[in-house]
Nanobody, 123 residues
Framework: QVKLVESGGGSVQAGGSLRLSCVVSGLSYSDHCMGWFRQTPGKEREGVAT???????SYTDSVRGRFTISKDNAKSTLYLQMNSLKPEDTAKYLCTTYRSYYCPTSTTSENLWGQGTQVIVSS
């Protein structure tokens, strides 16, 4: 059974940093596109960053230059380093794994999700 467990969320002041982690089990981790999404109440889930099986990354415009997605295949762990945080980054952050090696433009019903970790950025 595939399981994704996020951690590292918390409360931070604007301008601060957090590093989120997502431990993946039950999956050939390195062969799949992985990603981070975020969600706030009343809004659609928003894609933040993805990393494909070869390590190529992609970011949404609002976080590019501030956030860095990475993975440690030996530890089966996905990371999201978040710097220069802004109040608008406040959300629940979820990691997901895709079925494919390369990252498609949208998620499907085959995506697997963690439970999420809450990030709160105060001004």
């Amino acid at each position: 059974q595939v399981k994704l467990v996020e951690s590292g969320g918390g409360s931070v002041q604007a301008g601060g940093s957090l590093r989120l982690s997502c431990v993946v089990s039950g999956l050939s981790y390195s062969d799949h596109c992985m990603g981070w999404f975020r969600q706030t109440p009343g809004k659609e889930r928003e894609g933040v960053a993805t990393i494909d099986g070869g390590g190529s990354t992609s970011y949404t415009d609002s976080v590019r230059g501030r956030f860095t997605i990475s993975k440690d295949n030996a530890k089966s762990t996905l990371y999201l380093q978040m710097n220069s945080l802004k109040p608008e980054d406040t959300a629940k952050y979820l990691c997901t794994t895709y079925r494919s090696y390369y990252c498609p433009t949208s998620t499907t019903s085959e995506n697997l999700w963690g439970q999420g970790t809450q990030v709160i950025v105060s001004s």
